[in-house]
């Protein structure tokens, strides 16, 4: 076996993992926003820039014990679903393999998820969603390293 090009295995779980992260996060439940306001001002309004804000409604709901599944959902599957791609990222690709090279591939990617969601209208842009995933992502990385050890070990 060729040690630069990945297991096929892999190869497959990436791309049937990608498929179903594009299904989630731009149609399951998803359908373009129509308001009266114009499409910049729709944007405009899909945009959050302030860190943690979103999270501290979502604990506070927690609190008073409302929309904990809406609540629970969103901070836990935020965090949840990029797991993998922490750990898909590094072994896939050797270059990713250090902590700073897969955090800025995933923040990249989490990026381009958040602001293609924002301009279709199919989601919004909150730097919330993108701190939540990307501590997924460093959870699956830390996976990774610990597994890729194991098996040296």
């Not at 373009?32 to 999270?55: A, M, R, W």
């Not at 927690?62 to 935020?78: E, H, P, V």
């Not at 270059?95 to 990249?108: A, E, K, N, T």
């Amino acid at each position: 076996m060729n040690r630069n090009k990945p297991p096929l295995r892999l190869v497959i779980i990436f791309v049937i993992y990608i498929c179903f992260m594009i299904w989630l996060l731009f149609f399951f439940h998803r359908s373009p926003y129509f308001s009266e306001l114009s499409y910049f001002d729709t944007i405009k309004g899909s945009i959050n820039l302030q860190p943690f804000s979103t999270v501290n409604r979502y604990i506070n709901a927690l609190k008073n014990g409302r929309l904990i599944d809406i609540a629970l959902i969103n901070l836990i599957g935020n965090i949840i679903m990029f797991i993998p791609l922490g750990i898909l990222l590094p072994s896939l690709w050797k270059q990713l393999d250090s902590f700073i090279r897969c955090l800025i591939g995933c923040f990249g990617l989490i990026l381009m998820v958040e602001i293609t969601q924002l301009f279709t209208l199919r989601g919004s842009c909150d730097v919330d969603d993108l701190i939540l995933n990307l501590a997924g992502c460093i959870i699956g990385y830390f996976i990774h390293r610990r597994a890729t050890q194991s098996a040296t070990a």
